[in-house]
């Protein structure tokens, strides 16, 4: 059987779609975020691997969950989650949900509704943001604008790469109902240019979540850190970008991902604008049109 180790894709935070412990998170918290970072990436490349058989998968991110506990010093990343998470006072709750979400992947391959989808990122995006919520000592009434901005996240990755999700790992999160509701099968991910009915399909789904990052909208503004407000801003700016470009490209053929200099810009405005409603806050300035007269 392969080691946890030797499943591992190279990809580190620089590569992810949205920023992971970026300068804008405070020196103090970016330790803990890391070593949370670097067992769940492990755990995902296991998950992903083209070449390992289910039951190794499973087995490996059992020995992943044994060293995060306790109970084996197997894998180094688990090992120094557990110190990080014991130094912090910090629950493991939120790795071992992630894990259940890794462990679906090895075997689901499917997804019925967008239900069972929005439950799927309950355990493989929500526990991100909740764990870096901890890690900032944030109240758990932000959690509900955490979540939706996560599972927004998550999906809009799954849009992103659903056709290579398909081809390299007959992996489609694309609900099943949502395909036969416009009269598709899952086979029509293997196209080199989505049909008409996909990139329907695929703009709906966009709007999806687009509606749950209506909900997560105010989230930068209730966190009180500073800093992680200002990364939750740039975060949700980018992910309102991909779901305009989802609704208006195709995913199969297209670049969706935004270059790095647009993803820069788009950074930038985001973090300025809830820069400036703190600013407001302080000084008693309204935003206009927001709150009316008085």
């Given at each position: 059987?392969?080691?946890?180790?030797?499943?591992?894709?190279?990809?580190?935070?620089?590569?992810?779609?949205?920023?992971?412990?970026?300068?804008?998170?405070?020196?103090?918290?970016?330790?803990?975020?890391?070593?949370?970072?670097?067992?769940?990436?492990?755990?995902?490349?296991?998950?992903?691997?083209?070449?390992?058989?289910?039951?190794?998968?499973?087995?490996?991110?059992?020995?992943?969950?044994?060293?995060?506990?306790?109970?084996?010093?197997?894998?180094?990343?688990?090992?120094?989650?557990?110190?990080?998470?014991?130094?912090?006072?910090?629950?493991?709750?939120?790795?071992?949900?992630?894990?259940e979400a890794f462990r679906r992947d090895c075997t689901k391959l499917r997804y019925r509704d967008w239900d069972d989808l929005i439950d799927y990122c309950r355990y493989s995006a929500m526990p991100?943001?909740?764990?870096?919520?901890?890690?900032?000592?944030?109240?758990?009434?932000?959690?509900?604008?955490?979540?939706?901005?996560?599972?927004?996240?998550?999906?809009?990755?799954?849009?992103?790469?659903?056709?290579?999700?398909?081809?390299?790992?007959?992996?489609?999160?694309?609900?099943?109902?949502?395909?036969?509701?416009?009269?598709?099968?899952?086979?029509?991910?293997?196209?080199?240019?989505?049909?008409?009915?996909?990139?329907?399909?695929?703009?709906?789904?966009?709007?999806?979540?687009?509606?749950?990052?209506?909900?997560?909208?105010?989230?930068?503004?209730?966190?009180?850190?500073?800093?992680?407000?200002?990364?939750?801003?740039?975060?949700?700016?980018?992910?309102?970008?991909?779901?305009?470009?989802?609704?208006?490209?195709?995913?199969?053929?297209?670049?969706?991902?935004?270059?790095?200099?647009?993803?820069?810009g788009i950074a930038l405005r985001g973090g300025l604008a809830v820069a400036a409603r703190r600013l407001g806050r302080v000084f008693g300035w309204r935003e206009p049109g927001l709150h009316g007269?008085?």
């Open positions: 059987m392969s080691s946890v180790a030797e499943l591992q894709s190279g990809k580190g935070h620089n590569d992810e779609n949205f920023p992971v412990a970026s300068f804008l998170i405070a020196p103090r918290y970016r330790a803990p975020v890391m070593a949370f970072y670097k067992f769940v990436r492990a755990a995902d490349d296991v998950s992903d691997s083209a070449t390992a058989a289910p039951e190794e998968k499973l087995a490996l991110l059992e020995q992943m969950r044994l060293s995060l506990v306790g109970e084996s010093d197997a894998v180094p990343e688990g090992v120094a989650l557990r110190t990080t998470l014991a130094e912090r006072r910090l629950s493991a709750v939120h790795a071992l949900d992630l894990l991100v943001g909740r764990f870096v919520l901890d890690v900032h000592g944030e109240a758990q009434s932000l959690w509900p604008a955490n979540d939706a901005l996560c599972a927004a996240l998550q999906v809009i990755n799954h849009l992103q790469d659903c056709a290579k999700d398909y081809r390299e790992l007959d992996r489609v999160y694309l609900p099943l109902d949502v395909l036969a509701a416009h009269g598709l099968d899952v086979e029509a991910l293997a196209d080199r240019q989505a049909a008409p009915p996909l990139r329907r399909a695929i703009a709906g789904l966009a709007g999806r979540c687009g509606a749950l990052l209506d909900q997560s909208r105010a989230f930068a503004d209730r966190i009180a850190d500073r800093r992680l407000a200002l990364e939750v801003g740039v975060i949700q700016a980018l992910a309102e970008s991909l779901v305009h470009r989802l609704e208006r490209r195709d995913p199969l053929s297209e670049r969706v991902h935004h270059r790095p200099a647009e993803a820069a007269n008085r």
